[in-house]
């Protein structure tokens, strides 16, 4: 029974590695799920358990993506280890300029991010990292022992769950990690709060640049009902007024994302002005100290203008390629948007 068991899992793992999940290993995960889900409130616990098999699905997968995730970041770090600290910069700033007003919510979450405590949560971030890490070689300690281990049995779903908190708890520092979570939530609920009510501000100017145009609009309206039918003539101001909110907030959204454009513009180009102009005095290409001078504003104001008029003819899209390129910041700015809507 045991040796039953044990031949079970190596198949479960070498179908994993092989790039796919079987049927028992989905079984197993999404049986977890549901048990796990009987803690949740009523409100979630069916939705949760109705949505099992996919979320379940979900997670194999991630973990199968895992490794290559985890290897493609090694190399991305150490590739951008390579290159020059104040160049790293200064094309940060260069992408900014260039493409910040196409992520409005990124950049002001950013700048929100940074006021709110920013750099303490990176610190803390970096912490949790390193419990979560902790866990991860435990596991594979625990794997390798169960590998090992002739005797070991098939444990339930449940079963399988508790080992892992068990071994997630023995190894976590409580306390850093509470701080890690408090700082990094505190922080977040701070950004949600800008963003919110720079966003409501914009909602708004909608309402009432809406509100404004609907006046002259609504002498219109006995016009469209003499050609609609009598039945939807009650329909007309209605949809008359909601026609002109929708077209006033979309025309207030594409004047802040011009704010963000023009923002973002100048802030990515004295970014990139600053760190180019002192790589360039380190080097020893300029002899002359840019802070006794203007050469890093001119190049920043140049590149500024250069940026903001690029979106402008863009439209605000991310222009074939760069849009494969920059889909992590793509995933983040709807999500951005989401968390704010939401």
């Not at 912490?127 to 090992?148: G, Q």
């Not at 207030?252 to 760190?275: D, E, K, N, P």
Request: proline share 5%; net charge neutral.
């Amino acid at each position: 029974m045991a040796k039953a068991a044990k031949n079970e899992k190596k198949r479960e793992k070498e179908t994993l590695s092989k790039g796919w999940a079987s049927e028992a290993e989905l079984q197993r995960v999404s049986t977890s799920i549901e048990e796990f889900a009987q803690n949740f409130p009523p409100k979630f616990r069916n939705p949760t358990r109705s949505a099992a098999p996919y979320l379940a699905a979900a997670w194999i997968h991630f973990l199968m993506a895992l490794p290559y995730l985890v290897q493609a970041m090694k190399k991305l770090q150490a590739g951008v280890s390579m290159i020059p600290e104040k160049i790293f910069w200064a094309i940060l700033g260069f992408l900014v300029c260039f493409f910040g007003g196409i992520f409005p919510a990124t950049i002001a979450a950013a700048e929100a991010w940074n006021l709110c405590g920013g750099p303490e949560v990176w610190d803390q971030s970096k912490i949790l990292l390193h419990e979560f890490m902790k866990v991860v070689d435990a596991t594979k300690e625990d794997e390798k022992e169960e590998d090992k281990d002739s005797k070991a049995v098939s444990l339930t779903p449940q079963q399988v769950i508790q080992k892992k908190m068990s071994i997630a708890l023995s190894v976590m520092d409580p306390e850093k990690v509470s701080n890690s979570l408090s700082c990094i939530y505190i922080c977040w609920i701070g950004v949600v709060g800008v963003l919110r009510l720079q966003f409501a501000r914009t909602i708004t100017l909608g309402e009432v640049i809406g509100a404004k145009v609907y006046e002259p609009v609504r002498k219109l309206e006995p016009a469209i009902e003499s050609v609609i039918p009598e039945d939807y003539q009650k329909w007309v101001p209605v949809v008359t007024r909601w026609t002109c909110k929708a077209l006033a907030i979309s025309l207030a959204w594409w004047i802040q994302r011009i704010i963000s454009a023009v923002h973002s513009a100048i802030r990515g180009g004295m970014i990139f002005g600053a760190y180019l102009v002192d790589f360039l005095r380190e080097k020893g290409f300029l002899v002359v100290d840019h802070r006794e001078t203007y050469i890093d504003e001119a190049i920043g104001w140049s590149i500024a203008v250069l940026g903001f008029l690029m979106q402008l003819a863009m439209g605000f899209q991310l222009p074939f390629l760069f849009n494969l390129v920059l889909w992590p910041i793509q995933l983040v700015e709807a999500f951005i948007v989401w968390t704010v809507s939401a």
